[in-house]
T-cell receptor
Framework: KNEVEQSPQNLTAQEGEFITINCSYS?????LHWLQQHPGGGIVSLFM???GKKKHGRLIATINIQEKHSSLHITASHPRDSAVYIC????????FGQGTTLQVKP | NAGVTQTPKFQVLKTGQSMTLQCAQD?????MYWYRQDPGMGLRLIYY???????DKGEVPNGYNVSRLNKREFSLRLESAAPSQTSVYFC???????????FGNGTRLTVT
């Protein structure tokens, strides 16, 4: 079993829908990162969390340390949100989830 | 502010050839990482350097060596390239566990 599991692996949504991507981990962590990678593109950091909740524009990230779970929410999704979303946990080194491929259709 | 710079962007090698992937950051970050990304496998850690002067193996270190030349630079060397090393390689850096990650743009390597 991977130490970091993301769900779903693939997600298709219609423009405007509310989207949730989940990340569960089985190790002790000092921080959790959410990253975004557009097709053929580089990797961009969206959030770094060690507790609670963060919001940036239409993106919201939450973490529950006791339950070892984090969620990334996208409100009012748009086709430009189509990308791979990656969860990574910091344990002294970084461990990545497999990624969630999101496609938002107009 | 250049951030994390990786060179080259593309490379084609023949089996058995050697090469070094270069990574430099100008943000005075302590930790630097090398990852490979393969279809369906996600990002896998090859080597990392928690601070200048230290390096540690990650999940898939075989066939690679690294050098943390100074605080800015962290290079990845393939001594004898194999087709299994065909991948996209990313370098990343961070100031520490409470700081965001910064990634380079990647190096697409093909070994024939």
């Amino acid at each position: 079993k991977n130490e970091v599991e993301q769900s779903p692996q693939n997600l298709t949504a219609q423009e405007g829908e509310f989207i949730t991507i989940n990340c569960s981990y089985s190790v002790g962590i000092s921080a959790l990162h959410w990253l975004q990678q557009h097709p053929g593109g580089g990797i961009v950091s969206l959030f770094m969390l060690s507790s609670g909740k963060k919001k940036h524009g239409r993106l919201i990230a939450t973490i529950n340390i006791q339950e070892k779970h984090s969620s990334l929410h996208i409100t009012a999704s748009h086709p430009r949100d189509s990308a791979v979303y990656i969860c990574a946990v910091h344990t002294g080194k970084l461990i990545f989830g497999q990624g969630t491929t999101l496609q938002v259709k107009p | 502010n250049a951030g994390v710079t990786q060179t080259p962007k593309f490379q084609v090698l023949k089996t058995g050839q050697s090469m070094t992937l270069q990574c430099a950051q100008d943000m005075n970050h302590n930790s630097m990482y090398w990852y490979r990304q393969d279809p369906g496998m996600g990002l896998r850690l090859i080597y990392y350097s928690a601070s200048e002067g230290t390096t540690d193996k990650g999940e898939v270190p075989n066939g690679y060596n690294v050098s943390r030349l100074n605080k800015r630079e962290f290079s990845l060397r393939l001594e004898s390239a194999a087709p299994s090393q065909t991948s996209v390689y990313f370098c990343a850096s961070t100031r520490g566990v409470d700081s965001p990650l910064h990634f380079g743009n990647g190096t697409r390597l093909t070994v024939t």
